[in-house]
């Protein structure tokens, strides 16, 4: 295996593991195997293993072995959110119900976090994303005019609005700030996710921004605890000498 440089081995060990996932019940390697494969210590493919079994990708049973979960192999659709590719590509693999779409007064909040005027107007998107087990989250976004006046020939139901943004326009998303708290779901979006109200969901704000750093989309979603799970990557920061 060629490691990539600057990504951890024991993530890339485990993306592969997880692309050779066919199916509930598959027995995985044993870790001598693995570490013979991948040219690692041990701790190191116990950590590639420990990143699946908290996906819910593996579980470990006492003095048998590891085995894949339904959710390896049964449904496609389940991915681990990483990385920015990873949100447009879930997008891409589900599909969006469209509630609302209109230009209005953009909240003082979401107008500092787009670096626009007080008072501006914007375009606000509110919709349902679906997968083919049902209704999994709502979502709230806001983007400045311009660029909702560029999406105008989008079909939004079949596709993430960041990745509609730089198919119709030249900006490219680069990095977003996002925020996550656990919340009890409002009433609106409990129904429309099919769930009771007040039922603890995942809310995710987030802030979009291109390469030159201007901010071009701000979404708050609720999000149901199905099996899209986000992965974290932290590091410590270099100590100055």
């Known amino acids: 295996m060629n490691y990539r ?8 060990i485990a993306d592969a593991i997880r692309r050779d996932l066919r199916g509930e019940g598959e027995r ?27 996906e819910g990708r593996l579980y470990r049973h006492a003095g048998r072995g590891t ?24 997008g891409d693999e589900t599909w969006l119900k469209l509630i609302s779409h209109e230009t209005t007064a953009v909240p003082a909040n979401i107008a500092q976090a787009l670096r626009l005027p007080p008072g501006s107007k914007g375009t606000r ?30 079909d939004l139901s079949k596709t993430s609005l960041i990745a509609a943004i730089e198919r119709q326009s030249d900006l490219r998303i680069k990095t977003l700030e996002q925020v996550a708290d656990a919340v009890l779901a409002p009433r609106q979006v409990a129904e429309l996710l099919q769930v009771r109200p007040r039922s603890p969901l995942l809310m995710f704000e987030r802030t979009y921004y291109a390469t ?10 609720y999000q149901t605890g199905q099996r899209y799970p986000y992965r974290v990557l932290l590091a410590r920061a270099e100590r100055r000498s």
């Not at 049964?74 to 681990?80: G, K, W």
């Not at 509110?126 to 989250?137: K, L």
């Open 28 to 54: 995985i390697a044993s870790e001598h195997s693995l570490c013979a494969r991948f040219k690692v210590s041990r701790p190191t493919v116990r950590q590639a293993l420990d990143v699946l079994v908290q």
């Open 212 to 221: 030159n750093g201007e901010p071009v989309e701000h979404a708050v979603s």
């Open 67 to 90: 085995f894949s979960t339904a959710a390896a192999g049964s449904d496609p659709r389940l991915r681990v959110i990483g990385s920015i590719d990873d949100l447009m590509a879930l």
């Open 125 to 154: 998107i509110v919709g349902v994303r679906h997968a083919e087990s049902g209704p999994f989250q709502h979502v709230t976004v806001w983007v400045p005019t311009p660029i909702a006046l560029a999406l105008s020939d989008e």
């Open 5 to 12: 440089p600057g990504i951890p081995r024991y993530l890339q």
